[in-house]
């Protein structure tokens, strides 16, 4: 049995029971099956489908709301939010996949030749419990467009949500086995990805479990696409407008309770200004209200566990220990519930958690360098690269930067760093490789086959 747990109160929410082998057979089976269905159906037929999804997302918005922030902690509104923008990646792939998958003619010395782009089959999603719903349906739309099916190993603290929304697609009208949801531990996901029945895997998640389903999807000659941890550094240099650089700070650590993988995590201040930003940062960072993610007030809910929070209160220490100073947060609160205060931490150096670690929390590391090339040069001293801030007045200056010495997958100017699904996602170094929506993230599960008529 898998036992969910609302972070909030502690208290169980529900017990689901794991799939055995045969439901698991049975259920890739099915996926088989619709796949040689789906595959042969027009893209207006697809995109017909994906629209009815959106829809139904939309109807069942605050019921899909609940679930999440039951289960994981968000914020209500957030998860709100969450589910909308679901909605809008389905319809964008809806309007725009058939153009991005639509055959390229290219002029040889055949009579006719072009590439097209054909799907593989099933693709396995292996998703984190952060954002339960927007890391499923970002790697389902672009996926389904392009005519594969799915099916879907959730984070066990997730399960509703998981089954939550394997019931959405079928109450849209979308064929059995489009995306189906196993309840199953993590123990079995070498096993499944071993079935001839996966024809690829796409996984977010931490950089230890990226490693382990690349070396089980390698083995088996299977495509991947891993999206995995970041350290988001942000680059605050002395011409930033100060308003502007403490309010992308603050969105950017505290967005989902600091807990996403592109959250802006390491401030590196150049040394003229380090003193100003960091005062202004912690007044706002101390103002940010904590408490029950069902109350509309509360802009922080609690983590997702409390194994989690109490890991990251140990990174914390462990800073101090070597150095850092506390500037407000760092403790455990008192009662019940996984939570965690937004803290501040500076006089952050290299060697200490806060420096080399992902910080999933509401934790953010203040970082002084000496000049603008010093910098650079420690936003990417890291083993991760997935996404990165660059705040100026100086809009050219920082594009320069951004393109040619910011070392991620994402890099944004004056704002911090999301997914939006017109724009690919992904990262670089341990933050892992293959591209999510966007339209390259539409052509990672197909066959770019190339045919030649004399």
Not at 79 to 92: M, Q, T
Not at 95 to 102: D, I, P, R, S
Not at 238 to 248: N, P, Q, R, T
């Amino acid at each position: 049995m898998i036992t969910t747990i609302n972070p909030t109160d502690g208290q169980e929410i529900a017990s689901y029971e794991v799939y055995d082998e045969n439901k698991v057979d049975k259920a890739l089976k099915q996926a088989m099956k619709t796949f040689e269905e789906w595959r042969r159906q027009p893209f207006s037929k697809r995109s017909t489908v994906l629209k009815n999804i959106a829809k139904e997302l939309r109807k069942e918005k605050e019921k899909l709301a609940t679930i999440a922030t039951l289960e994981m902690g968000k914020p209500i509104q957030q998860s709100r939010d969450e589910v909308e923008k679901c909605a809008k990646a389905l319809e964008f792939y809806a309007k725009e996949g058939a153009k991005f998958l639509a055959n390229e003619m290219v002029e040889t010395d055949a009579r006719k030749s072009y590439v097209t782009f054909q799907p593989l089959g099933v693709v396995l999603a292996i998703m984190p419990w952060n954002f339960p719903y927007w890391q499923v349906f970002r790697a389902m739309a672009p996926t389904v467009m392009a005519g594969n099916v799915m099916v879907l190993k959730h984070a066990s603290n997730v399960c509703a949500s998981a089954l939550a929304i394997e019931r959405v697609i079928l109450s849209a009208g979308a064929p059995k086995g489009l995306l189906q949801t196993l309840i199953l531990p993590s123990s079995r996901i070498e096993k499944l990805i071993d079935d001839p029945a996966i024809a690829a895997v796409t996984l977010t998640g931490s950089t230890a479990a990226g490693s382990k389903v690349a070396e089980a999807a390698g083995r088996n000659l299977k495509k991947q696409v891993l999206e995995l941890g970041g350290s988001d550094a942000y680059v605050i240099l002395e011409d930033a407008d100060m308003d502007v650089a403490v309010e992308i700070a603050v969105r950017g650590r505290l967005v989902n309770s600091g807990q996403s993988c592109v959250s802006a995590k390491r401030f590196i201040v150049v040394r003229s200004i380090r003193k100003e930003f960091e005062q202004r940062y912690t007044e706002q960072m101390k103002l940010a209200t904590y408490g029950n993610p069902m109350d509309e007030k509360s802009r922080i809910g609690p983590l997702a566990r409390t194994d989690l929070r109490d890991q990251l209160h140990e990174q914390v220490l462990k800073s101090k220990e070597k150095g850092a100073k506390i500037l407000c947060g760092g403790f455990i609160p008192g009662g019940p519930g996984a939570y965690y205060p937004p803290t501040v931490l500076t006089n952050v150096k290299k060697g200490m958690p806060a420096y080399e670690e992902e910080l999933f929390g509401p934790v953010a590391a203040v970082i002084e360098a000496k000049d603008e090339k010093d910098a650079l040069r420690i936003a990417n001293d890291s083993i991760y690269g997935l996404g990165g801030g660059i705040i100026s007045s100086n809009r050219a200056r920082a594009e320069k930067l951004a393109v040619e010495e910011l070392d991620a997958g994402s890099c944004f100017v004056n704002d911090f760093v999301h997914s939006d699904p017109r724009l690919p996602f992904g990262g670089v170094k341990h933050s892992g490789y293959g591209r999510e929506i966007g339209a390259f993230g539409i052509r990672e599960f197909v066959n770019i086959k190339t045919v030649y008529i004399k």
